[in-house]
């Protein structure tokens, strides 16, 4: 029927999927468990095993499931996921899985009936992207395509240059005592990476690991810039942007929020939400020197 990836950690629960899935006609592979450390080798198994659907534990700490839905979705990576659910979770919990693309979520303990109807309506159901692809016989569609590419290599090479430039300007310590930036994540290897590159251009950081000390910090330290991580257990990006300029009055105070997942961008930025600014995590060179660009400008 299909070839499905299994990475779920508990053996009997393993067990049980691999017998149900193989007595439904499906073929099963087992794979890596995901984790904070190696979710790129989670990813890059993933890509490697050409299955129609992955089976995963749910793992709550740091968000893992869900920025590991994020980073597959930028990607590229369509492949169904379906969640298997640990013992305790909150309604919370599991309707941010779906609502990042989860094709299903399944609490425990296990039912291999309803096991088996998840996995065929995560198979059957739309993918988490539509893609629209142009007629490759359309020759003005190809020119109209060819113009555009040109015209972004443009804008990436400007936007290079700006970043230079930028990077070049913040490279003296002159006024650095004005460059005051706070960093709220919930993930400490977040926290490191932002501060290390802030503090490489002369900004003065403050970390606080979630919104309540994130509040504690801002009313103490009066940082000008607050650069938050959208999902966190608690209060989310957006909640602690509410509640540190509507309920503390907190103002003035540039809003900005980072997530790994670029089509949260447009939905977290919507007017009522007090977030100045949407920008993608850095994970190589050039996201670093836009994200070093973007909290200058």
């Known amino acids: 029927m299909a070839k499905i990836l299994v990475s779920v950690t508990d053996p009997a629960v393993k067990t049980e999927i691999v017998a149900s899935l193989t007595a439904a006609g499906h073929e099963t592979q087992l794979g890596k468990t995901p984790n ?22 749910y793992v709550i700490d740091d968000a893992v499931s869900v ?9 590229g990576i369509l492949t169904p996921f379906v969640f298997i659910m640990p013992e305790e979770f909150t309604l919370g919990q599991a309707l941010m899985a779906v609502n990042e693309g989860a094709g299903a979520v399944i609490p425990r303990p296990l039912d291999s009936s309803r096991l088996v109807n998840y996995v065929t309506r995560a198979l059957s ?17 190809k020119e109209e395509l060819a113009k555009l ?48 590159l802030l503090s490489d251009y002369h900004f003065t950081v ?13 009313l103490k330290e009066k940082p000008l810039i607050v650069v938050s991580d959208l999902e966190m257990e608690g209060q989310n990006g957006i909640e602690f942007c509410h509640a540190l300029k509507i309920e ?7 809003f900005i929020i980072c997530t790994a997942n670029s089509s949260r961008i447009d939905t977290v930025t919507v007017p009522g ?10 994970s190589n060179t050039q996201d670093a020197r836009d994200f070093i660009s973007r909290v200058a400008q």
């Open 36 to 57: 904070s450390q190696d979710s790129n080798a989670v990813l890059d198994e993933i890509s490697r095993a050409h299955a129609k659907l992955i089976i995963l534990d």
């Open 67 to 75: 920025k590991l839905l994020q980073a597959a979705d930028d990607r």
């Open 125 to 141: 159901g739309p993918s988490r992207h539509r893609h629209t692809r142009a007629d490759p016989k359309s020759d003005s569609k």
């Open 149 to 196: 590419t040109q015209e972004l290599k443009k804008l990436r090479a400007h936007n290079q240059n700006c970043q230079r430039l930028i990077a070049h300007l913040l490279a003296t310590p002159i006024q650095s005592q004005n460059r005051r930036v706070m960093v709220v994540s919930d993930s400490p290897y977040q926290r490191d990476l932002l501060k290390k």
């Open 206 to 218: 403050f970390t606080a690991s979630g919104a309540q000390e994130g509040i504690q910090v801002a």
């Open 248 to 254: 503390h009055k907190f103002i003035p105070c540039y």
């Open 273 to 282: 939400n007090g977030v100045d600014t949407c920008i993608l995590k850095p």
